[in-house]
T-cell receptor
Framework: DTGVSQDPRHKITKRGQNVTFRCDPI?????LYWYRQTLGQGPEFLTY????????KSRLLSDRFSAERPKGSFSTLEIQRTEQGDSAMYLC??????????????FGPGTRLTVL | GNSVTQMEGPVTLSEEAFLTINCTYT??????LFWYVQYPGEGLQLLLK?????DKGSNKGFEATYRKETTSFHLEKGSVQVSDSAVYFC??????????FGKGTSLLVTP
């Protein structure tokens, strides 16, 4: 078990460009979550998958954001037409889909996005 | 909705001092409560959790008790080390799936 991994760790882009991030959850975890963390704040929930189904989306997830988990394993988060306000740390987490620890989320190292 | 409020930092302590970081919550029902820690340059790590009233979570010398009467989940450690310097986040599960975090409390432990 190698934990939750995210790629890339850092991304610098120009305003208006599209970016895509990848998350690989802990292998036996059915649930996968995306959060966004800005400087000096706690992480904020963006969206959540149970296997390949996207079950919830926060109002923070504007139309420029899209997340997928096509085979119920890894997930991607795409931001189209990036804006400077999108600059943040994007965190992925996973948890078991059943049992007593479904509410215990394990986080990856994050992808730091800087939009110039 | 459910939310947590934690004390603002930064908190600066000398090594071996006693640590308390206050966290109070507002919730309907009794959601699971968590403390996460973020070391410099690293991701969030689960420190401890409690799932019901009067539960005590503990790990690495840190403890927190789920207090229904005072709606609190204060983090404590009897003797801090320099290596405990980090940002600590209190959180609860909202709507059964989303973690709702406090703003974080920065702790600096000096030798």
């Amino acid at each position: 078990d190698t934990g939750v991994s995210q790629d890339p760790r850092h991304k610098i882009t120009k305003r208006g460009q599209n970016v895509t991030f990848r998350c690989d959850p802990i292998s036996e975890h059915n649930r996968l979550y995306w959060y966004r963390q800005t400087l000096g704040q706690g992480p904020e929930f963006l969206t959540y998958f149970q296997n390949e189904a996207q079950l919830e989306k926060s109002r923070l997830l504007s139309d420029r954001f899209s997340a997928e988990r096509p085979k119920g394993s890894f997930s991607t988060l795409e931001i189209q037409r990036t804006e400077q306000g999108d600059s943040a740390m994007y965190l992925c987490a996973s948890s078991p889909g059943a049992g007593e620890n479904t509410d215990t989320q394990y986080f990856g190292p994050g992808t730091r996005l800087t939009v110039l | 909705g459910n939310s947590v409020t934690q004390m603002e930092g930064p908190v600066t302590l000398s090594e071996e001092a006693f640590l308390t970081i206050n966290c109070t919550y507002t919730a309907t029902g009794y959601p699971s409560l968590f403390w996460y820690v973020q070391y410099p340059g690293e991701g969030l790590q689960l420190l401890l959790k409690a799932t019901k009233a009067d539960d005590k979570g503990s790990n690495k010398g840190f403890e927190a008790t789920y207090r229904k009467e005072t709606t609190s989940f204060h983090l404590e450690k009897g003797s801090v080390q320099v290596s405990d310097s980090a940002v600590y986040f209190c959180a609860l599960i909202d709507s059964g799936y989303a973690l709702n975090f406090g703003k974080g409390t920065s702790l600096l432990v000096t030798p």
